[in-house]
């Protein structure tokens, strides 16, 4: 049946046989905690494939066993967001960051080095350098600027080269929308892998949703949302998942099971209503943001718009922006001639929209990241990186584009 249609055709019923419910034309909260065997056997043989003492047989369905291990709302979700990435399997997590601690820990061990690009998120970036440094991993940052051969130099000059096990990036980048080769990132792990270690590529495409880029396409082992962004689309939940093939995914899962992180299935059952629409809300968002950097890059008092549409066409970003993404995506970031004063001034002058963080959802969201969601970087690192005082965030949502450019004047009008 997959392969007959399209993902957003298929989100309203793939992995669902209303049969096993009554009937009900859409997956009920299946809110328990545990699930009844028939036999002691079915129950045996349960546990045996859960724990990795026997290999499940070809098309077997891991049997239900307790809502940590899975659970029919977290199945059916995750088989569904399999298919926009193309992947073999999925892990939803109860939150962005419990997926990325969950992979960074899984796949880094004390003495290995992690190579990661900045910026980062906040949360990521706090992750990798106040706790990962602590359990003795070797950090290792690079900027969307360097090249490859610029970052192997970076790897090799560690003296550490060899201990490489994660490349880690988030690209577009938070809030900077710079641009990280995604294909290059993966030659970068191909180089240091061998027979005994393979050394893997771990993408976060909260910025694109599943939507507008597939980084397992490009050669990324494993891709990861904050799917409380466009996932979930409505700020009404926290969540994350984890895509990759059926290998890094067992570790994954494995390691979920064990951390206690799953979502919960009334978590699962919103983002099986939100999937519904996503591609909708996402293309609308999309439509709405190049309205809205069009008229921000015309404005005497906006000093610079990041926003991939207006990526200029004979730059290296360009050619990675055409390679990978399919849409210019809804994230604006732009510098505000001036600079923490005259942001808090358009800030605080926002009516249609919200001051607030997180992005990809219905309502437009404003931010100061070097303040906010930036506030943890060292702040050298933030301004060279562009997380400036005077730097503006903006998650474009579904509103009329008119209202939203008008309310952003109106903002603008008060500097």
């Known amino acids: ?130 706790y990962l440094t602590e359990i003795g991993v070797i950090c290792i940052g690079f900027k969307p600027n360097d090249s490859k051969s610029e970052i192997i130099a970076k790897l090799e000059k560690s003296g550490k080269a060899e201990k490489l096990a994660l490349v880690y990036v988030e690209t577009p980048a938070n809030p900077t929308n710079t641009l990280i080769d995604i294909t290059m990132c993966q ?50 939940l926290i969540a994350g998942a984890v895509l990759g093939n059926a290998e890094v995914m067992l570790r994954v899962k494995t390691l979920r099971t064990f951390l206690g992180n799953m979502a919960s299935p009334h978590t699962c059952w919103l983002l099986l209503r939100s999937l519904e629409t996503l591609k909708i809300r996402m293309d609308q968002q999309a439509k709405n943001a190049a309205f809205v950097a069009n008229f921000l890059n015309k404005h005497p008092k906006v000093a610079k718009v990041y926003y991939l549409g207006l990526i200029e066409s004979d730059s290296s970003a360009y050619k990675i922006y055409k390679k990978q993404y399919s849409s210019s995506g809804a994230m604006i970031s732009f510098d505000l001639v001036g600079g923490e004063k005259e942001a808090f001034i358009f800030l605080n002058n926002l009516k249609l929209i919200k001051l607030a963080v997180s992005l990809g959802s ?7 990241p070097a303040t906010m969601t930036h506030v943890g970087i060292d702040p050298k690192l933030k301004e060279e990186m562009g997380i400036t005082p005077s730097l503006i965030r903006i998650s474009i949502g579904i509103e009329n584009d008119e209202d939203i450019v008008a309310d952003i004047n109106n903002a603008l009008s008060r500097i």
């Open 362 to 368: 219905t309502e437009s969201l404003a931010q100061h």
């Open 187 to 236: 030659e970068i792990a191909a180089k240091y892998s061998n027979e005994e270690k393979r050394v893997y590529t771990a993408v976060d495409n909260t910025y694109m949703g599943p939507i507008w880029c597939s980084p397992l396409d490009h050669g990324a082992d494993l891709v990861l949302y904050s799917a409380t962004k466009y996932i979930g689309g409505h700020s009404d």
């Open 1 to 130: 049946m997959a392969s007959k249609f399209k993902p957003e055709s298929l989100m309203m019923s793939f992995g669902y046989k209303p049969e096993l419910s009554e009937g009900a034309v859409k997956p009920p909260v299946f809110q328990t905690s545990t699930f009844v065997f028939k036999t002691a056997e079915e129950g045996k043989h349960f546990f045996e494939v859960a724990y990795g003492l026997i290999a499940k047989e070809q098309n077997e369905e891991l049997g239900l066993i307790y809502s940590r291990i899975n659970n029919p709302n977290l199945e059916i979700l995750e088989n569904r967001l399999c298919l926009w990435d193309k992947a073999d399997d999925c892990a939803v997590f109860e939150s962005g960051m419990s997926a990325i601690s969950t992979v960074l820990l899984e796949f880094l061990r004390p003495g290995d080095v992690l190579l990661y690009s900045m910026p980062t998120y906040g949360g990521t970036d706090h992750f990798i350098n106040h």
